[in-house]
């Protein structure tokens, strides 16, 4: 691993490198926030992406990649005589030493438990900070890690279950009004109703500390992993998919299930 004048030394060539490409590339020069936010966007989930298959080589990648766009961010700021990389620094040190009063202060957290029950309030005090509980959750994230996040801001100032186990009957009564609404066709309340379903099940994943995210991108990998498999075989008798039979294809499934678990 690299010494600290080590990591500096790197960090101060990347500014360095891009500030000529700013200079003196056409593409580079010509980008401003707007234009960058969808790349900063696919930058993001290929790193998660790679966070996800455990993938070292490319999650290294991944984070340079994120990295230049959190340090072009910060030079067209700079440009703009708005902020610099010194400012974004600076603010996020100041922000992590105020939200760990007991590391930084007289506070006591023996467990990561103790942390979060205060970390709402904490970010409340903040002179910036969210103005209510759930202001601090944006907008633009996708709708099950929202409905995680919601969940777990209430929870953070007290808006919680007693039980956890008492999250089933939750879970069994939405499920039984969306197969009410289900069965009497009516597809707006059908909807709505399947919203709240899935809100039911994310809290009990929450509840029992399961990541909802991480849990569907497991099962979206395993299904990939089956699915592959099956018509991999398919194609090695010359045949296609949609020529087997759904009995065909599932004994297929059941040999990937056995060797590929």
């Not at 072009?72 to 610099?84: L, V």
């Not at 707006?188 to 399947?194: N, V």
């Amino acid at each position: 691993m690299h010494t600290r004048e080590e990591k500096m030394q790197a960090f101060g060539r990347l500014l360095d490198v891009l500030d000529e490409l700013r200079e003196k590339c056409p593409w580079d020069h010509k980008q401003t926030n707007e234009s960058l936010r969808p790349n900063t966007i696919e930058e993001t989930y290929e790193l998660c992406d790679a966070l996800v298959k455990d993938d070292v080589n490319n999650i290294c990648k991944e984070l340079g990649d994120v990295l230049l766009h959190v340090c072009f961010y910060a030079k067209i700021g700079s440009e703009k005589e708005q902020f610099d990389i010194a400012d974004v620094c600076n603010r996020l040190c100041d922000k992590l030493i105020f939200r760990h009063p007991h590391v930084y202060g007289d506070a006591v957290a023996n467990s990561a438990g103790d942390v979060v029950k205060t970390w709402e309030q904490i970010k409340l005090k903040e002179k910036d900070g969210n103005k209510t509980v759930l202001s601090g959750v944006p907008d633009a994230l996708p709708a099950l890690i929202k409905a995680y996040r919601i969940q777990d801001k209430a929870r953070n100032v007290g808006f919680d279950w007693d039980k956890k186990e008492d999250v089933w009957d939750k879970v069994r009564e939405e499920l039984a009004e969306l197969e009410t609404e289900l069965n009497r066709g009516d597809e707006e309340k059908s909807t709505e109703e399947f919203g709240d379903f899935l809100f039911s099940l994310i809290n009990a994943g929450r509840l029992y500390h399961l990541n909802p995210e991480n849990a569907l991108e497991h099962t979206n990998q395993k299904f990939i992993r089956r699915f592959n498999y099956v018509e991999g075989q398919a194609l090695g008798q010359g045949r296609h998919l949609s020529e087997m039979t759904l009995s065909e294809m599932d004994q297929l499934w059941q040999e990937a299930k056995e060797k590929l678990g």
